[in-house]
Every structure is written in C-alpha cells, then in structure tokens.
C-alpha cells in the first residue's frame, strides 16, 4: 500500500511563496520518479513538475519554470515543492504523485507515468 501526504498548502498574496512537502511510505520512495500536477478550479490536472529517483533529471511546466523549485530527500522519503513568485493562477488543488520504483533517470512530465497520488491540498493565491 503506498500512501503519499501532502502538506504546506493554504492561503496567500500574489507574490509570496509556499513551499508543499510530500511524505510517501510503504513502498521503496528512492527509485522512484516523484512528480507534483494541480487542479485548477474547474479545469483538468496540469503538469507541474517532476524529478527523476537520483534528482539529476527535473522537468517543469513552462507556466512555473523559474519560479517553482522541486527537490527530494531520499533519506527522508519526501519530495517538496517551493514555490516562489505565486500568482493568482496558481490557485489549485496541488498533488503529489509516484512512479513505480523504476530507478529511470526520465523525469516524465506524462501523467500516465504515476501509478499513485495524494490526497491534494490546497493552494490559494489571492490577487
């Protein structure tokens, strides 16, 4: 059973930053690909970013590039996401999601390459 937990969501000014943090258990996190997607409201998830088991390959949307940073600690089984320059448009339900212990080096922005998901939390950016 894999379990992911996202946390660090809430409200915000445009301009200020939130960093999400993503704890996964259950199964082995180092090998696996970890990527974060969002859902605007009423619209389809998005890609947002994704880094490859090692963290040599990072891969973004071209809506957050230079102003979201993704990492992760093996060590601590957790993936974050810092986001920095926040807009209004970043308002969204922001998920984290995994890959199966693959130990690729493609950080696949595919949606299909996730095989499990968070919960979601939300991030509000007010204008």
């Known amino acids: 059973q894999v379990q992911l937990v996202e946390s660090g969501g809430g409200l915000v000014q445009a301009g200020g930053s939130l960093r999400l943090s993503c704890a996964a258990s259950?199964?082995?996190?180092?090998?696996?690909?970890m990527g974060w997607f969002r859902q605007p409201p009423g619209k389809e998830r998005e890609f947002v970013a994704a880094?490859?088991?090692?963290?040599?390959?990072?891969g973004y949307a071209d809506s957050v590039k230079g102003r979201f940073t993704i990492s992760r600690d093996n060590a601590r089984n957790t993936v974050y996401l810092q986001m920095n320059s926040l807009r209004p448009e970043d308002t969204a339900v922001y998920y984290c999601?995994?890959?199966?212990?693959?130990?690729?080096?493609?950080?696949?922005?595919?949606?299909?390459?996730?095989?499990?998901w968070g919960q979601g939390t939300q991030v509000t950016v007010s204008s």
């Open positions: 999601a995994a890959g199966r212990p693959l130990y690729s080096n493609y950080a696949d922005i595919n949606i299909n390459a996730y095989n499990y």
């Open positions: 259950g199964r082995t996190f180092t090998g696996s690909l």
């Open positions: 880094i490859s088991w090692s963290g040599i390959n990072i």
